[in-house]
């Protein structure tokens, strides 16, 4: 293996934790902009848990269309595309190899 390739699961690893920034990133904006959303809306009279509902009831407005926004637009971006003959032949490699006969030892190697 090449000193710079990436394994895998450090791929999948990296992807997780770039998700985890993304969701971390529109949780805070989402809770910044209701903030700023119910602040401009309510009087100074208005009871601070009244406040408080108001904001959590925004920001999980504001959450929901981030997700939908996610599933819709980024989802389709990030997804390789694959030819099909080409994903069924991996399919049927990964299908032999899970089906492999393992050792003893516990260590996922092939048994010789």
Request: proline letters at 4%; zero cysteines; hydrophobic letters at 35%.
């Amino acid at each position: 293996m090449e000193k710079n390739t990436y394994s895998k699961i450090d791929a999948e690893l990296m992807r997780d934790a770039q998700y985890r920034k993304e969701l971390s990133i529109s949780f805070f904006n989402a809770t910044n902009s209701a903030i700023a959303l119910v602040t401009s809306s309510v009087t100074k009279a208005t009871p601070m848990e009244k406040k408080m509902q108001l904001i959590d009831q925004v920001r999980e407005q504001f959450l929901d269309k981030y997700k939908q926004y996610r599933v819709d637009i980024l989802d389709s971006i990030t997804k390789p595309a694959v030819d099909p003959s080409i994903q069924e032949g991996l399919d049927r490699a990964k299908a032999i190899y899970e089906n492999l006969p393992r050792n003893s030892t516990g260590n996922g190697g092939v048994a010789h």
